[in-house]
């Protein structure tokens, strides 16, 4: 299976390079960080006919589906896109995970990605009974826009940490996934991240075998 990624960071490459290795799947890999630097610095830009072409321009590669990674790009996917081909939602498998629990945090560094996943999240699980709450680590993000993973996963890990968290811990962006592993060693709780949610999704719908 070969499946083409859409990254809005480089970083992000890695964490779906490590988590499918295992697997019988080829990855190509394109990345457009400016999505969002458009929007915000020019009111007459059309996002969603950009990420239709990006996704087009993707689909000429001749991959058997499309990842995008970003939830940005998610939200300004066209939802008349016409595509022959499976388009993966990295966040869709991360919320069917999250919907098996009743209350869960959620952990942000990015804060332009916290009103998007918020609202597909309540727009993806729609029991009432569910108590999502959020929170945006501060002066975490423009870290690893630095190139500073190190300080990045510290920065995650140390707030987390002294939070000292009882219920179940998900980390929504790729990049926070590093820590999130470091962070599961020392807690007692369930955590979710957009990897293995991901994993267990392409396993189940698309068949991977191990090489």
């Excluded at 007459?44 to 589906?65: C, G, H, L, M």
Aim: aromatic fraction near 10%; charge should be negative.
């Amino acid at each position: 299976m070969n499946i083409a990624c859409l990254h809005a960071h480089h970083t992000n490459i890695n964490y779906i390079e490590k988590a499918l290795a295992p697997y019988d799947v080829a990855l190509t890999h394109f990345v457009d960080p400016a999505l969002m630097d458009h929007i915000k610095e020019n009111q007459s830009f059309n996002p969603y006919r950009k990420v239709e072409e990006q996704i087009n321009w993707i689909r000429s590669t001749n991959p058997d589906a499309i990842l995008i990674t970003c939830t940005n790009y998610i939200l300004y996917l066209p939802a008349n896109i016409k595509i022959e081909i499976p388009i993966i939602k990295i966040d869709e498998p991360f919320f069917h995970e999250l919907d098996r629990y009743e209350t869960a945090k959620l952990y942000f560094t990015n804060p332009d990605t916290v009103q998007g996943t918020m609202e597909r999240l309540h727009l993806f699980v729609k029991s009432s009974r569910k108590r999502y709450s959020f929170e945006t680590i501060p002066n975490a993000f423009q870290l690893i826009m630095a190139n500073r993973k190190k300080d990045y996963t510290e920065a995650i890990m140390d707030h987390v940490l002294a939070a000292e968290a009882t219920e179940v811990i998900a980390f929504p962006q790729l990049s926070m996934v590093g820590a999130a592993t470091l962070i599961e060693a020392k807690l007692d709780v369930k955590l979710i991240t957009p990897i293995n949610a991901l994993t267990i999704y392409l396993k189940r719908e698309f068949h991977l075998t191990l090489k």
